[in-house]
């Protein structure tokens, strides 16, 4: 591993508040912002947080996007709002939205199966957009469009046709967390802008078969429009006593009708649309968020190694480590002493992946050849201020990534998090190319 000693770090914002980019896609169309959330601030999680903003990177002028004019924070909290991801070619951010106050009464307070998507204008005017619309009324089916519980992390593909998300279902909590998407249709629900449907349909939690899926999650579009998701599946075991946590892909074809998805009722879970392939990638350990190339060919998840430290692993999106072409299978990209951290991201040409490592930002060899794996690390390693949350910009010019460090407020005064904690401020790192 050599250590690439021309990048240099420059520290964005400086302002008393905590800032999180939360591993989203969180440059604007122009890579001149970045979107963050403000959670941690006066409470733990989104169930606290305050505001959705973006800072200016060369100025680091930051701006409000949405602020609810009224908030209640502490244990029972709503609205909640975060992890803000930016369309990837208009001038605007989705996120999560829990319940709005005067919704309190009826849907209760901020939880994984109460909240929505929402998109706000990224001028500055805090105009809002609800991306989907909740429907938890049980005196008759769902409708279609709609969900009953929460939509999470919410991914634009690429072109910005489709989004993508982990979702949790109010009315059956006997299923566990799983996957879907949206996209824009004269038929959604409610006002909203986008139609819903869930990708996969988990087994009860308890009562799957060997094989069968009970939870979905760590989900990410492979290529440019959102024609394959891939995710960590939470299957029973052979044994059929255990669980595996494995990867798979769902393949959702560009001719999918959406409204071929069943929304479900009280006593019925929604179910997807008709013409998804539903594949198995991994028999082995897979974890954590996955990522794929822009040309869709690889897929890039986090696995133990022969030392049981986590590393990072590259497999072709239309292969399995069953398929008798060795090139299709599995195959070790990192062999970091301790082991790769979280923040796995790839570059734009699909040559190089980034990840960071006890702290600090490493780049490494997707070509095949001699230097398939060779690593660089671009900044020095560091455990007490590690390097976190890390965004590859669209181009492939630049990182921008948190760290926590002190900060004083505008009176001069040490600032820190409800938790006692220094905030996490926003870094920016070029990248002038992937040459090994």
């Not at 989104?46 to 200016?56: A, M, R, T």
């Not at 001038?91 to 999560?96: G, M, P």
């Not at 181009?395 to 505008?410: E, H, I, L, M, S």
């Amino acid at each position: 591993m050599s250590l690439e000693v021309g990048a240099q770090e420059r520290q964005v914002t400086f302002s008393a508040k905590n800032h999180n980019l939360d591993n989203n896609d969180n440059f604007s169309p122009d890579q001149k912002f970045l979107c963050y959330d403000t959670r941690e601030m006066v409470g733990p999680g989104l169930d606290n947080c305050q505001s959705i903003e973006k800072v200016e990177i060369a100025t680091g002028t930051e701006t409000v996007l949405y602020a609810p004019t009224k908030t209640l924070t502490g244990e029972k909290c709503a609205p909640g709002l975060g992890a803000a991801s930016y369309h990837p070619e208009l001038d605007k951010v989705a996120f999560i939205h829990g319940p709005p106050l005067d919704q309190v009464e009826s849907r209760g307070y901020y939880g994984k199966p109460n909240r929505n998507g929402a998109e706000v204008a990224g001028d500055g005017s805090q105009k809002l957009t609800w991306i989907d619309f909740r429907d938890v009324d049980t005196s008759r089916p769902t409708l279609p469009g709609a969900h009953r519980g929460g939509t999470h992390r919410h991914e634009y593909t690429l072109d910005g046709r489709r989004i993508g998300y982990t979702y949790d279902d109010f009315l059956r909590p006997e299923y566990a967390r799983t996957i879907g998407y949206m996209e824009p249709h004269k038929d959604a629900p409610g006002g909203a802008s986008h139609y819903f449907c869930v990708l996969i349909k988990p087994a009860k939690t308890g009562e799957s078969k060997p094989g069968e899926i009970e939870s979905a999650y760590g989900d990410s579009w492979i290529g440019k429009k959102g024609l394959m998701r891939a995710f960590i599946g939470k299957v029973r075991a052979a044994d059929g006593v255990g669980y595996e946590e494995s990867l798979f892909v769902v393949d959702v074809p560009a001719t999918v009708d959406i409204t071929t998805a069943k929304a479900g009722s009280a006593n019925e879970y929604p179910t997807p649309p008709k013409g998804l392939t539903v594949r198995r990638l991994t028999h082995t350990l897979a974890v954590g968020v996955v990522r794929g190339t822009v040309q869709g060919d690889r897929i890039a998840y986090y696995a133990d190694d022969a030392n049981g430290k986590k590393q990072i692993f590259i497999i072709a999106s239309d292969g399995s480590d069953k398929d008798p072409d060795p090139k299709k299978r599995p195959i070790q990209l990192t062999h970091f002493e301790d082991g790769a951290g979280p923040g796995v991201r790839w570059h734009p040409s699909g040559d190089a992946l980034a990840v960071t490592t006890n702290g600090a930002i490493a780049v490494i060899c997707t070509k095949p050849g001699d230097d398939f794996g060779k690593s660089k690390l671009l900044t020095g390693e560091d455990t007490v201020s590690p390097r976190l949350e890390l965004v590859w910009s669209p181009d492939g010019t630049q990182f921008a990534y948190v760290r926590a460090v002190p900060t004083k407020d505008a009176d001069g005064k040490p600032y820190q998090t409800y938790a006692k904690k220094d905030p996490q401020q926003i870094f920016v790192l070029p990248y002038a190319g992937n040459d090994f």
